[in-house]
């Protein structure tokens, strides 16, 4: 079993980063909304169901088929069509491109209709890009771990930390070295993925604080450079392949 490559690690990082940066900067410029924390919104749209919260609860449910549809558009695109992958990053930065633009258009905070379109319209954008890196984790990189959520990850995580650390010694002189191996590349694995999220919405949300929705064009810039220098990442044999 050979350890995490560089690319891998890289890649985790950096799709993680971009998903915990836009999630960050959603919930602070948009009224609350998650764009890749699904669970996130159906517990406040709960919340404002019963009155308690804002006022946006019916964006919060229209979001969950826009993700469902990002989801089966990508799984779509492929499994039938088989895109390459450099052609389905290329069309998650477009989507990402549309809800930055959008964001700094319709500016949602400071112009909010009655009927909350703008924040529909620009949220909407932010989940299906999400949603599209959400099914492109599973579809394309199911060697990454998964980018736009992390309760999972931490928990993987934290049962190769005990084991590997021997806080299950008795398991631990079970295991092959085989084993131990598996576990300290599941290790890295998720843990890039952690990594990168946490400074990602750390990063998302103190420029959003400061700079407001324009900070978007920061995951933007990063997705754009995944686009073009996709070969860097995940080395010239992973892109000769088509999506399977």
Same mark, same amino acid.
């Given at each position: 079993?050979?350890?995490?490559?560089?690319?891998?690690?890289? #890649?985790?990082?950096?799709?993680?980063?971009?998903?915990?940066?836009?999630?960050?900067?959603?919930?602070?410029?948009?009224?609350?909304?998650?764009?890749?924390?699904?669970?996130?919104?159906?517990?406040?749209?709960?919340?404002?169901?019963?009155?308690?919260?804002?006022?946006?609860?019916?964006v919060?449910?229209?979001?969950?088929?826009?993700?469902?549809?990002?989801?089966?558009?990508?799984?779509?695109?492929?499994?039938?069509?088989?895109?390459?992958?450099?052609?389905?990053?290329?069309?998650?930065?477009?989507?990402?491109l549309?809800?930055?633009?959008?964001?700094?258009?319709?500016?949602?905070?400071?112009?909010?209709?009655?009927?909350?379109?703008?924040?529909?319209?620009?949220?909407?954008?932010?989940?299906?890009?999400?949603?599209?890196?959400? #099914?492109?984790?599973?579809?394309?990189?199911?060697?990454? #771990?998964?980018?736009?959520?992390?309760?999972n990850?931490?928990?993987?995580?934290?049962?190769?930390?005990?084991?590997?650390?021997?806080?299950?010694?008795?398991?631990?002189?079970?295991?092959?070295?085989?084993?131990?191996? #598996?576990?300290?590349?599941?290790?890295?694995?998720?843990g890039?993925?952690?990594?990168?999220?946490?400074?990602?919405?750390?990063?998302?949300?103190?420029?959003?604080?400061?700079?407001?929705?324009?900070?978007?064009?920061?995951?933007?810039?990063?997705?754009?450079?995944?686009?073009?220098?996709?070969?860097?990442?995940?080395?010239?044999n992973?892109?000769?392949?088509?999506?399977?």
């Open positions: 079993m050979k350890l995490l490559s560089n690319g891998q690690f890289v #890649a985790g990082v950096l799709f993680s980063g971009v998903a915990g940066f836009i999630d960050a900067a959603s919930f602070l410029g948009l009224n609350g909304l998650f764009t890749s924390h699904i669970t996130g919104n159906l517990v406040i749209a709960a919340t404002e169901i019963i009155g308690i919260g804002g006022e946006a609860l019916w919060r449910i229209a979001v969950i088929p826009v993700f469902m549809f990002a989801v089966l558009l990508t799984t779509v695109l492929a499994r039938r069509h088989q895109l390459r992958l450099a052609h389905l990053i290329s069309l998650e930065t477009l989507v990402l549309l809800f930055t633009i959008s964001a700094f258009v319709l500016d949602p905070p400071h112009h909010k209709s009655a009927n909350n379109l703008p924040l529909f319209v620009t949220g909407s954008l932010g989940v299906f890009s999400m949603g599209m890196q959400n #099914a492109l984790m599973r579809e394309s990189l199911g060697h990454i #771990a998964p980018t736009t959520a992390m309760t990850n931490l928990t993987q995580f934290t049962m190769d930390l005990a084991l590997i650390s021997g806080l299950q010694s008795r398991a631990r002189l079970q295991l092959s070295f085989q084993d131990l191996d #598996a576990s300290r590349t599941r290790l890295i694995k998720f890039s993925s952690l990594l990168g999220f946490t400074i990602g919405a750390i990063c998302g949300g103190v420029s959003t604080a400061k700079f407001g929705l324009i900070s978007l064009c920061f995951p933007l810039m990063l997705m754009i450079f995944l686009s073009f220098k996709v070969e860097f990442v995940f080395g010239n992973r892109l000769d392949k088509k999506i399977k």
